[in-house]
């Protein structure tokens, strides 16, 4: 067979495929093959200067199921994180809804302002609400001062505490995942709404909002995705009262060195956290159906 008919035969590669290579060659040997390891390491009963028994066990997961604290560590990292999506979602929407909709001189400058939390290390962001949030913080004498409050709220170590420092994150990633999308709708479809008689509730609620759906579900799910994996905020604002999962992993991989068990953790919170987001997918899905019926 010649030359000729040799480079008939062989199929070609478009492309595009070798453009991606790189980037899933890294996705392989940085992402994949680590967690195919930590869920090697979760069916077994490794411990870090132990023999490690042969064969494979769900020991690991009957543990964490067995046990009510660890059942009420998921349960608290859950609520947790759903808090923080509807705050930063409810909060966001209208800031972002004015940004889009500005022709402000300052609308750059007013964006600026939104990102500028994502600019500071989360340890200083964190420290920072420590020092206003404290029992004689900046904001209980504030209250304490106006005579709102007689004794100090309890902040730290609380539910609401690490809410507010994980909503100084989160906050800034639904404004700027809700902007592009608001930017993107044709405001004459909100005109035409109006001039056959909708009110301006009727027109947001018929046309800019379920068009805005798909903004709504990207920023909620990275919120979510970053404060129920979030460890740096739960540990130095929850202390040892409030226990969450990424707190409970470190303490397995780093204090006891039961390996085996962190990694069972880290797979329940990974699978949690997908079957969470491929419900809420469907309830989008369903919404976003029903809307169109109506």
Same mark, same amino acid.
């Given at each position: 067979?010649?030359?000729?008919?040799?480079?008939?035969?062989?199929?070609?590669?478009?492309?595009?495929?070798?453009?991606?290579?790189?980037?899933?060659?890294?996705?392989?040997?940085?992402?994949?093959?680590?967690?195919?390891?930590?869920?090697?390491?979760?069916?077994?009963?490794?411990? $870090?200067?132990?023999?490690?028994?042969?064969?494979?066990?769900?020991?690991?997961?009957?543990?964490?199921?067995?046990?009510?604290?660890?059942?009420?560590?998921?349960?608290?990292?859950?609520?947790?994180?759903?808090?923080?999506? $509807?705050?930063?979602?409810?909060?966001?929407?209208? !800031? +972002?809804?004015?940004?889009?909709?500005?022709?402000?001189?300052?609308?750059?400058?007013?964006?600026?302002?939104?990102?500028?939390?994502?600019?500071?290390?989360?340890?200083?962001?964190?420290?920072? #609400?420590?020092?206003?949030?404290?029992? @004689?913080?900046? !904001?209980? @004498?504030?209250?304490?001062?106006?005579?709102?409050?007689?004794?100090? !709220?309890?902040?730290?170590?609380?539910?609401?505490?690490?809410?507010?420092?994980?909503?100084?994150?989160?906050?800034?990633? &639904?404004?700027?995942?809700?902007?592009?999308?608001?930017? &993107?709708?044709?405001?004459?479809?909100?005109?035409?709404?109006?001039?056959?008689?909708?009110?301006?509730?009727? +027109?947001?609620?018929?046309?800019?909002?379920?068009?805005?759906?798909?903004?709504?579900?990207?920023?909620?799910?990275?919120?979510?995705?970053?404060?129920?994996?979030?460890?740096?905020?739960?540990?130095?604002?929850?202390?040892?009262?409030?226990? !969450?999962?990424?707190?409970?992993?470190?303490?397995?991989?780093?204090?006891?060195?039961? #390996?085996?068990?962190?990694?069972?953790?880290?797979?329940?919170?990974?699978?949690? +956290?997908? +079957?969470?987001?491929?419900?809420?997918?469907?309830?989008?899905?369903?919404?976003?159906?029903?809307?169109?019926?109506?």
């Amino acid at each position: 067979m010649s030359e000729a008919t040799l480079s008939v035969v062989r199929p070609k590669v478009p492309p595009v495929l070798w453009l991606m290579a790189p980037l899933a060659l890294a996705l392989v040997v940085y992402f994949l093959l680590p967690l195919a390891l930590l869920l090697s390491n979760s069916l077994r009963l490794v411990v $870090v200067g132990q023999p490690t028994p042969p064969g494979i066990t769900l020991a690991n997961y009957i543990r964490f199921l067995a046990d009510p604290f660890y059942l009420g560590s998921l349960w608290a990292t859950l609520i947790l994180g759903i808090s923080v999506t $509807v705050l930063a979602t409810l909060m966001g929407y209208p !800031v +972002a809804f004015g940004l889009a909709r500005s022709r402000h001189r300052w609308k750059t400058a007013l964006r600026l302002l939104v990102v500028a939390p994502l600019l500071v290390s989360v340890v200083i962001r964190t420290y920072g #609400w420590i020092v206003l949030l404290a029992n @004689n913080g900046a !904001v209980n @004498n504030a209250l304490v001062a106006m005579r709102l409050i007689e004794e100090p !709220v309890k902040f730290m170590f609380t539910h609401l505490g690490v809410t507010i420092g994980l909503l100084h994150f989160g906050l800034p990633v &639904a404004i700027l995942s809700l902007v592009g999308v608001i930017e &993107a709708v044709d405001r004459s479809l909100e005109e035409a709404a109006r001039g056959l008689g909708a009110s301006p509730l009727q +027109a947001f609620l018929r046309i800019t909002l379920p068009l805005t759906l798909p903004g709504i579900a990207a920023g909620s799910m990275l919120v979510f995705s970053s404060a129920v994996a979030a460890f740096v905020i739960p540990a130095l604002m929850g202390g040892p009262t409030l226990i !969450v999962l990424p707190t409970l992993i470190y303490q397995q991989m780093t204090v006891t060195l039961e #390996w085996g068990f962190g990694g069972a953790v880290a797979t329940i919170l990974l699978g949690v +956290a997908i +079957a969470l987001f491929l419900m809420y997918q469907r309830l989008l899905a369903m919404a976003r159906g029903l809307g169109q019926m109506a």
